[in-house]
């Protein structure tokens, strides 16, 4: 009996001794991730009141000893996205915080909550928060009225000049941004059939059901009239959708851009972007600011249209991994870096 008894107790020790060192790794991971999750900054939540109706924001500020920081108000890109972009905003904020800048941001309408549909915005709906955010931004004590300016991704390429035409803004940061909405979501189309491999069967059909949509558009067409044309299948699109696209499909940043000429705009454009033309928009905002002589355009090679590495983004385990354990890391090389350095320049 006392060899199996000593079997069954070394047995015992294998399998505690098992479990400790598995709770040690697992308590060593989860303090990796608390640790890569812990910004160097401070945030609040706050209420921004705009048109009869409260806007629920992120305030992200400096941990240092002045008493009034420079202002980033974010302008999202497309999609039902909250003010932290599921945290995703926060390496850049932190950059921001390096630099001495507050971060301010807020969940779209609808979304985490918020009041109303982000659906039945325009972009000058959307221009028209942005610059009741930065009049509340203004009236604040700890926020420096006269060094507030905007950050804007993707969709924000139609807002960020609308927001400068309705209120000063001391510079903008603008990441992968749009110029012509028709044109982007062709550019988009034929980058995303390439990058599936599709055969030119498909490619006339796919291009065929666009022009469709295009006319479609033109002549302000229902819903129904949509999904009719679309021989019952809508494909995805809703109703309020195709409200949304009907009502900003003629969007175009050209002529707005104007307002910024002179103003501070860094440019940040992806290398492996299918969402956004990045040749065309680097060759409008060229044509149009830089006779003021203030566009700083940056190129990212590695990065696709999120500024996301490739490398990373093509694999789900690999960003879920990475966003987990190393969120900094999930950028393209140099992009927080650069954004903090344009900052701090700009003093």
Request: no cysteine.
């Amino acid at each position: 009996m006392y060899p199996k008894i000593q079997l069954r107790r070394r047995g015992v020790r294998i399998a505690v001794w098992s479990l400790v060192t598995a709770l040690v790794v697992a308590a060593g991971l989860v303090g990796v991730v608390l640790r890569q999750h812990s910004y160097a900054m401070d945030e609040q939540q706050v209420s921004i009141r705009h048109g009869g109706h409260t806007l629920n924001g992120v305030l992200a500020t400096p941990q240092d000893s002045r008493k009034r920081h420079g202002l980033i108000v974010y302008i999202h890109g497309d999609g039902p996205i909250d003010a932290t972009h599921d945290d995703g905003y926060k390496p850049l904020w932190e950059a921001n915080a390096k630099a001495g800048y507050a971060s301010l941001s807020w969940d779209k309408p609808g979304v985490a909550g918020a009041p109303g549909n982000w659906l039945g915005q325009s972009m000058d709906d959307r221009a028209d928060e942005a610059a009741a955010a930065i009049a509340w931004a203004r009236a604040r004590p700890d926020i420096d009225g006269d060094r507030i300016g905007l950050w804007g991704a993707s969709q924000a390429g139609w807002v960020l000049p609308k927001v400068a035409a309705k209120t000063p803004v001391g510079f903008v940061i603008a990441v992968s941004p749009a110029i012509n909405w028709l044109q982007q979501g062709r550019y988009n189309l034929l980058a995303e059939l390439r990058a599936d491999g599709a055969s030119a069967a498909r490619t006339s059909a796919a291009i065929a059901k666009s022009d469709t949509t295009r006319r479609l558009l033109e002549r302000h067409a229902t819903f129904e009239e949509y999904v009719q044309a679309m021989d019952g299948d809508a494909n995805g699109m809703t109703a309020d959708r195709w409200g949304f696209i009907s009502k900003n499909s003629t969007a175009d940043a050209t002529q707005d851009l104007r307002v910024l000429r002179g103003v501070p705009v860094l440019l940040t454009l992806a290398g492996h972007d299918i969402n956004v033309d990045t040749a065309d928009t680097e060759r409008v905002y060229r044509k149009v600011l830089d006779p003021g002589g203030a566009l700083t355009a940056k190129r990212y090679p590695d990065a696709t249209h999120s500024f996301v590495k490739q490398s990373i983004e093509r694999s789900d385990l690999r960003t879920t991994l990475t966003a987990l354990f190393s969120p900094r890391s999930l950028f393209a090389d140099g992009f927080l870096d650069d954004q903090r350095q344009f900052l701090m320049d700009l003093d």
